[in-house]
Nanobody, 126 residues
Framework: VQLQASGGGLVQAGGSLRLSCAASGHTYNVYGSGWFRQAPGKEREFVASISRSGSNTNYADLVKGRFAISRGGAENTVYLQMNSLKPEDTAVYFC????????????????????WGQGTLVTVSS
């Protein structure tokens, strides 16, 4: 499966952005999905994940209550709605996917994922 992330940009602190991850090459709804981010000089870190059924989600503590992950109606797109953005949210955001046998499983580790998008830059100004 090929993943294409989009939706990044420059936003002021307190603003919102919605990232999209479009999949091609395979039916996306057999895959669990996640978002990770990498700030300059830092390791790539987990942000949010969603099960292939869409029924379960998981979030990093730093983004709980501000970000929301969801799957598109066509099931070939995964979204990350980011609200109340902070300068420390500035990073390149990557979407990821892995085949999931269990429809309600969520995955939160980098090593769980087999497929990665190219990343989209989010910059939050203070």
């Amino acid at each position: 499966v090929q993943l294409q992330a989009s939706g990044g940009g420059l936003v002021q602190a307190g603003g919102s952005l919605r990232l999209s991850c479009a999949a091609s090459g395979h039916t996306y709804n057999v895959y669990g999905s996640g978002w990770f981010r990498q700030a300059p000089g830092k390791e790539r870190e987990f942000v949010a994940s969603i099960s292939r059924s869409g029924s379960n989600t998981n979030y990093a503590d730093l983004v709980k209550g501000r970000f929301a992950i969801s799957r598109g109606g066509a099931e070939n797109t995964v979204y990350l709605q980011m609200n109340s953005l902070k300068p420390e949210d500035t990073a390149v955001y990557f979407c990821a996917a892995r085949y999931s046998f269990h429809p309600d499983s969520v995955y939160s580790n980098r090593g769980d994922y087999d497929y990665w998008g190219q990343g989209t830059l989010v910059t939050v100004s203070s």
